[in-house]
């Protein structure tokens, strides 16, 4: 079955697109390449994998790929990822997060495509009025960045029937926060950061350590778009899941606790702010009980495996461009 992921090159697509080989998936993987080249040169000659460079706002390029590939399913993942980065460049981002993505969706209705993976976002969910609760799929979804608002337009878009066909079968899927290592590795991602920073015996400075947020590995990402992809289609179809584990639920000052127990002479300093726009804990029941998906990493995996990259010596620059979506 051939699938067509958009953003592969990036960090949770290059560990995606490898797992979606593994399983016998044909993959046609398009990307700008925004952030390097460097994430896919060892599949790229593989016969089940393309590569084809193309920018998704560029409509011609994109439709020819489409109408002349029989695709089981898109997998979109192709953004500018991140509040930071979606506010420094505010019209990229509606091109590419909100035009791009609402063309794909077109194209894909058109040609009939059957499934639709959407990468959504937990950030959808803003600010809890009640921060000793969990917010679900139910909840009322509160944007506060350019980057949450143009993932709830799109998953608006996606999962109205009138606009798709009984045959289409379009999820989004709300991640958590994502860590762990991958071929196009993001140092810019909380516990990415912390751990870097502590591992390397800088003093690491923590903002608003009272806030929740809920993590996910990058594995696990790949994971739960495997399972969305075999779920029978009654089960996901203008479906909408978070994506991650409801004991994965941190605050900063957790994350930095957990970090403290394998480094125990951490430096680390607390910035307070009163007020974070963003503060959830989320609740994961819904794509659990429905489609079996149980995180295999937790944080503290998560830790423990950058450190071990990290003390092996073989990133030479923690500081280059590459390893952040905004600049450094
Ligand atoms: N990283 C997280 O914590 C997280 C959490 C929730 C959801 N997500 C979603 O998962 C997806 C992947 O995120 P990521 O962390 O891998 O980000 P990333 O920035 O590493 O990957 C995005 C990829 O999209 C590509 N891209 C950007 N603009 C493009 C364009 N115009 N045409 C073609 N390709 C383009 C980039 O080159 C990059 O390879 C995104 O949709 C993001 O919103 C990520």
């Given at each position: 079955?051939?699938?067509?992921?958009?953003?592969?090159?990036?960090?949770?697509?290059?560990?995606?697109?490898?797992?979606?080989?593994?399983?016998?998936?044909?993959?046609?993987?398009?990307?700008n390449?925004r952030y390097?080249?460097?994430?896919?040169?060892?599949?790229?000659?593989?016969?089940?994998?393309?590569?084809?460079?193309?920018d998704?706002t560029?409509?011609?390029?994109?439709?020819?790929?489409?109408?002349?590939?029989?695709?089981?399913?898109?997998?979109?993942?192709a953004a500018i990822v991140g509040d930071p980065a979606c506010k420094r460049e505010p019209d990229v981002a509606r091109k590419v997060n909100w035009e791009a993505?609402?063309?794909?969706?077109?194209?894909?209705?058109?040609?009939?495509?059957?499934?639709?993976?959407?990468?959504?976002?937990?950030?959808?969910?803003?600010?809890?009025?009640?921060?000793?609760?969990?917010?679900?799929?139910?909840?009322?979804?509160?944007?506060?960045s350019l980057y949450?608002e143009l993932?709830?337009?799109?998953?608006?878009?996606?999962?109205?029937?009138?606009?798709?066909?009984?045959?289409?079968?379009?999820?989004?899927?709300?991640?958590?926060?994502?860590?762990?290592?991958?071929?196009?590795?993001?140092?810019?991602?909380?516990?990415?950061?912390?751990?870097?920073?502590?591992?390397?015996?800088?003093?690491?400075?923590?903002?608003?350590?009272?806030?929740?947020?809920?993590?996910?590995?990058?594995?696990?990402?790949?994971?739960?778009?495997?399972?969305?992809?075999?779920?029978?289609?009654?089960?996901?179809?203008?479906?909408?899941?978070?994506?991650?584990?409801?004991?994965?639920?941190?605050?900063?000052?957790?994350?930095?606790?957990?970090?403290?127990?394998?480094?125990?002479?951490?430096?680390?300093?607390?910035?307070?702010?009163?007020?974070?726009?963003?503060?959830?804990?989320?609740?994961?029941?819904?794509?659990?009980?429905?489609?079996?998906?149980?995180?295999?990493?937790?944080?503290?995996?998560?830790?423990?495996?950058?450190?071990?990259?990290?003390?092996?010596?073989?990133?030479?620059?923690?500081?280059?461009p590459?390893?952040y979506n905004t600049p450094?």
């Amino acid at each position: 079955m051939n699938v067509l992921v958009t953003g592969g090159a990036g960090y949770a697509g290059s560990v995606l697109v490898r797992n979606l080989l593994l399983e016998g998936y044909g993959i046609l993987c398009v990307d700008n390449l925004r952030y390097g080249q460097n994430s896919l040169p060892d599949i790229s000659a593989g016969e089940n994998f393309t590569f084809i460079k193309c920018d998704i706002t560029d409509r011609k390029l994109l439709k020819e790929i489409v109408n002349r590939n029989p695709f089981y399913a898109v997998v979109h993942l192709a953004a500018i990822v991140g509040d930071p980065a979606c506010k420094r460049e505010p019209d990229v981002a509606r091109k590419v997060n909100w035009e791009a993505s609402k063309q794909l969706f077109e194209l894909a209705v058109e040609r009939g495509i059957s499934r639709f993976i959407f990468a959504s976002t937990c950030s959808n969910y803003g600010k809890m009025a009640n921060p000793d609760s969990y917010v679900d799929e139910t909840s009322p979804l509160a944007p506060v960045s350019l980057y949450a608002e143009l993932k709830v337009k799109v998953e608006e878009l996606l999962l109205d029937r009138k606009n798709g066909n009984s045959e289409f079968c379009p999820t989004s899927l709300r991640f958590s926060t994502i860590y762990g290592m991958s071929p196009r590795m993001r140092f810019d991602l909380t516990v990415n950061e912390f751990t870097k920073e502590m591992a390397l015996g800088r003093e690491l400075v923590v903002f608003g350590e009272q806030f929740w947020r809920p993590y996910c590995h990058v594995q696990d990402y790949s994971l739960a778009i495997l399972q969305t992809l075999k779920a029978p289609k009654e089960t996901v179809a203008y479906n909408v899941f978070n994506v991650g584990d409801t004991n994965e639920n941190y605050t900063k000052k957790m994350i930095v606790d957990e970090l403290l127990r394998v480094i125990p002479d951490g430096k680390v300093r607390y910035t307070k702010i009163d007020e974070d726009p963003r503060d959830y804990r989320v609740s994961f029941k819904k794509i659990r009980d429905s489609l079996g998906f149980k995180a295999a990493f937790t944080v503290p995996d998560g830790i423990s495996e950058i450190i071990d990259v990290i003390r092996a010596g073989v990133i030479a620059n923690y500081e280059d461009p590459r390893f952040y979506n905004t600049p450094h």
